[in-house]
């Protein structure tokens, strides 16, 4: 075996070893165990049977038919799964509902014709075998493919729902969240399919493939935080109501520019507890009170180093009038919000 035979599958197993962590963390090791996460732990390590085969096939020697039909056969099982992940991420209180298994007989029917598939199969001179072979493997992808579709399909209707929640962070993430992981399914769909039309890419580009997309799903996912929230922040409640309140307490009639001003001030002003406040700015804006606030001192700040009649007010100035304690909390926020000190941010505006 070659170095780079080697290398290839180190990176290809990397993934699949990644991807099987990644499940058992969801639902063995995550206190927050909802059945999104749980589909998506399901999902991972069907993949992982299905890279797990690919990786033997190209490296091995005369792997059993019964490892190549049944590592296909979770194709079936993986599409259905992503289905009701999607319809789990983006419907309030979801729960899988007795019919929905009947999705899965295509799977158990090709996983238990696995069992009886030989050697023989593969000879070229088995005209009978290949041919159902081919149509076996043709109906897997297209019935991935169909599922692919129909979960995007899925997603673009809960987004136009909820177009009028979009603002919200938890939301917003969701479906970036679920683009993501549908393109990369597109994405190692492609790159098996490009396999099986006249091997126009490596067999194991599949597996590279796959590993290159769950580390960056897996990045995505703990940016996102994404294995905390589910189809209940759709839920109806009276938190973007308060929240619009507390923004036009805020924002409009500027609250941020008070010094002194605090969580159980601004409850007050709305009428709640400073618990229950600060829930609702978290949920809503994806930021803690502080930062809430900070924000939009700093909106104002960056109108007012921009304003010609301010050329002459120091940075110092400008802080206070913005609502901030000190220069050091006004320099801290403002690169926070803006990747720059407040001196930097005139200096190239003036550019």
């Not at 935080?225 to 922040?233: E, R, S």
């Not at 008070?258 to 400073?274: F, H, M, N, Q, Y």
Request: net charge positive.
């Amino acid at each position: 075996m070659s170095f780079l035979d080697i290398l290839l599958i180190i990176i290809s197993s990397a993934g699949l070893l990644h991807g099987v962590l990644f499940a058992v963390y969801l639902c063995a090791i995550k206190k927050k165990r909802t059945l999104p996460n749980i589909l998506l732990s399901f999902i991972l390590i069907c993949m992982a049977f299905r890279i797990g085969k690919s990786v033997m096939l190209n490296f091995g020697h005369e792997l059993e038919p019964l490892f190549i039909f049944a590592g296909l056969s979770f194709l079936l099982l993986i599409g259905p799964l992503l289905r009701w992940y999607v319809l789990g991420m983006t419907q309030n209180t979801f729960e899988l509902p007795a019919y929905y298994y009947i999705e899965l007989i295509p799977f158990v029917i090709v996983f238990i014709m696995s069992f009886f598939i030989t050697k023989n199969w593969f000879d070229e001179d088995n005209k009978q075998a290949i041919i159902v072979f081919g149509s076996v493997l043709i109906f897997i992808y297209l019935h991935f493919a169909g599922y692919i579709i129909s979960a995007i399909t899925l997603s673009r209707k809960a987004k136009k729902k909820h177009t009028d929640r979009l603002h919200i962070k938890a939301t917003k993430d969701i479906f970036e969240w679920l683009s993501v992981l549908l393109i990369g399914f597109i994405i190692i769909w492609f790159s098996y399919v490009l396999n099986i039309i006249e091997d126009t890419v490596p067999y194991i580009v599949g597996p590279i493939v796959y590993s290159v997309v769950i580390y960056f799903l897996s990045y995505k996912a703990y940016i996102l935080k994404i294995t905390d929230i589910d189809g209940n922040v759709f839920q109806e409640n009276d938190h973007v109501s308060l929240f619009h309140k507390m923004k036009t307490v805020v924002i409009d009639q500027k609250l941020y520019l008070e010094p002194d001003v605090s969580l159980s001030r601004l409850g007050k002003l709305i009428g709640i507890s400073a618990q229950k406040t600060s829930k609702i700015i978290n949920q809503e804006s994806g930021r803690n009170f502080n930062d809430f606030i900070n924000y939009h001192r700093v909106q104002q700040a960056k109108k007012q180093l921009l304003d010609a009649s301010n050329v002459h007010h120091t940075i110092s100035s400008i802080a206070f009038d913005t609502g901030f304690s000190s220069l050091s909390s006004f320099n801290s926020a403002f690169k926070k919000f803006e990747g720059m000190t407040p001196s930097s941010y005139r200096d190239r505006k003036k550019g």
